[in-house]
C-alpha cells in the first residue's frame, strides 16, 4: 500500500483506517512511515481516534501508537503462553503438520476440540523412502533429484529440494514425538532445548533408521567436519 500511494503517478492525500493499530501495532514502524508519507502530504488519519495536524496532535497520536504496540505484544504473551499449555496437554498448535503427518480436530472434552497429529497414509512410504535413500550413501540434493525423477511429489506439489529433504530427516514427529517451540516465533532462532514442548505421536520410522540418518547427516555437516 505505502509503495502504491507513493506513486507518482498516484494523488492520494490521505489514509484511512478505523483505528491506529489497523495501520501498524509497531510504534516505530508506524512513525517512519507516517513521516514518509507527510512528506509527501498524505496524512494517515484514524477515523475512531482522530487527532489534529499539528504538534499537539502527533504527540497524541504517538500515545495511541505506543498503546497499540503494548497491546499487542500483551496478547502476544497470552497467546504464546495458551499454546505452550496446550501443546503440554499433548494437543498440536497450527493446521500445517510435518511431512508425514495430518492434523485432525479431536474431541478432548464435549464441544471442545483440538488439534492431534495423525500419519498421512499418502506419504508415510515417501517419508520412509527418502530415509534409506539418505542412509544408502545419497546426499539430500541426489535424494531430491531422484524424488522428482520418480514423480514422488512434496505435498504442495512441487518439485523436492535439498532442504526440504534435510528438514523430513530432521524431524523427529517420524519416531513418535513433535516438539513444539522449538523457534522464536519473531526471530526464528533456535531456543533452549528446555523449553521445547514435546506431543506425542504415533512413529512412521524405525529409530534406529532414524538415528542413522542423523549420524549421515553429521557426517557431511562441514562445520563438524572442516576440510
Not at 42 to 53: C, H, L, N
Request: proline share 4%.
Amino acid at each position: 500500500m505505502i509503495g502504491d500511494v507513493l506513486a507518482p503517478s498516484k494523488d492520494v492525500q490521505a489514509i484511512l483506517v478505523y483505528q491506529s493499530s489497523r495501520f501498524m501495532r509497531n510504534a516505530t514502524k508506524a512513525r517512519a512511515y507516517k513521516d514518509q508519507l507527510r512528506r509527501k502530504g498524505i496524512r494517515v488519519v484514524a477515523i475512531g481516534q482522530e487527532t489534529t495536524d499539528d504538534p499537539m496532535g502527533h504527540i497524541i497520536e504517538g500515545i495511541f501508537e505506543l498503546i497499540d504496540q503494548y497491546e499487542s505484544e500483551v496478547n502476544g504473551l497470552r497467546t504464546s503462553a495458551a499454546m505452550r499449555e496446550n501443546a503440554k496437554q499433548g494437543n498440536f498448535n497450527g493446521a500445517r503438520a510435518p511431512f508425514g503427518f495430518s492434523v485432525v480436530r479431536k474431541e478432548v472434552r464435549p464441544g471442545v476440540k483440538r488439534g492431534a497429529l495423525v500419519p498421512n497414509p499418502t506419504e508415510i512410504e515417501t517419508t520412509r523412502e527418502i530415509f534409506r535413500m539418505y542412509i544408502a550413501g545419497r546426499g539430500a540434493k541426489a535424494v531430491a533429484r531422484q524424488l522428482n525423477q520418480r514423480g514422488l511429489k512434496s505435498r504442495d506439489g512441487v518439485l523436492w529440494r535439498k532442504d526440504m529433504v534435510l528438514k523430513v530427516i530432521d524431524e523427529t514427529a517420524a519416531i513418535g514425538t513433535f516438539f513444539w517451540g522449538k523457534r522464536d516465533s519473531k526471530t526464528g532462532e533456535v531456543r533452549d532445548r528446555d523449553d521445547w514442548v514435546g506431543i506425542p505421536c504415533e512413529p512412521i520410522v524405525d529409530q534406529d533408521l532414524f538415528d542413522m540418518a542423523l549420524r549421515v547427516r553429521d557426517s557431511r555437516d562441514p562445520k563438524k567436519h572442516p576440510g
